[in-house]
C-alpha cells in the first residue's frame, strides 16, 4: 500500500472512534508497527491527527474565519472564479457554497441574469443589487466563522430545489479522491448541494491538497469536475487519470 493510501486509510480507521493504539493501526493495516508509527507522526505534522497517551486521534480542527483567509492565495481564487464562471449561461439556477474562492466567483456574476441559491452572507452581499441576479438565501443557524447560515434547516431547504449549476469548495482533498471538510454540518450541506444539482464543480486550489478535516462529504467521482491550480499532487494526478475524472488546472 502506497504511503499516501496508508494515510487516508489510517483517518478512515479513526472516524467515529476516540482513539486507537498504534499496533491497532499496524494490524489493520497489515503492516509493521514502525510503519504505522511513522504514519503517524507524518500525519501529526500536518495537523490530521493528534498523539496522546490515550491513543491516536483524529485533530477536532475548525478552519479559520471566513475573514482571515480572504485575501490569502487571492491570484489563484481569481483565476479558479474566473474558469469557473465561464460555465454559467444566462437563466441558470446556481448553488453557491460558502467559502472564499466560491466567494470570489460572485463578483463575477453580478451582470449575469441568473438565480443564485446560497446560505453565505458575503456571496448574498455581493449579489444582492445585481439588476438581474435573483438571490435565494437559505437559511439556518448563523454560524460567525464560517458567514453562512448553517445547520440540518440549509440541508433540508436545498431538497425543494433544482439547480443546473453548483459550485463547491472544501478544507482539503485526499490521494485518494476523498474530499474532506472540518464540520460535519457543512459536509452534510455539501452532499444536499450535489444533490440538488444537475452538474457540480469543485473549486480548490493547490493549497488544498491534502488539506485538513475529519468528515467526507463525497468524493471528486460524485462531482462534474475540478477546477483548480497546478501542479497537483503524483498520487492525486494518477487516481485522477485512472477515473475519468474531468481536472481543470488554471
Partial sequence: MLKAARHDAIVELLRGRTAMRTVDIAQNLDVSVATARRDCIALEEKGIIERSWGGIQLVTSVDDHFGDVMNHHTRAKAAIARRAAELVHDGDTIIMDIGT??????????????????????????????????????????????????????????????????????????????????????AEIKQAIVAAASRSYLLVDSEKFPGVGAHSPFTVEDVSGVITTGPLPPDFDAHCESTDMEVVTV
Fill in 101 to 186: 474562492t466560491v466567494h470570489h466567483l460572485s463578483g463575477l456574476l453580478a451582470e449575469r441574469s441568473v438565480t443564485v441559491l446560497t446560505a453565505s452572507l458575503p456571496v448574498f452581499e455581493a449579489l444582492r443589487s445585481a439588476p438581474d441576479v435573483t438571490v435565494v438565501v437559505l437559511g439556518g443557524v448563523w454560524s460567525e466563522r464560517y458567514q453562512c447560515f448553517d445547520g440540518q434547516f440549509v440541508a433540508d431547504a436545498l431538497t425543494h430545489h433544482q439547480a443546473d449549476l453548483a459550485f463547491l469548495g472544501c478544507s482539503g482533498v485526499s490521494a485518494n479522491g476523498r474530499v474532506r471538510d472540518t464540520s460535519r454540518s457543512q
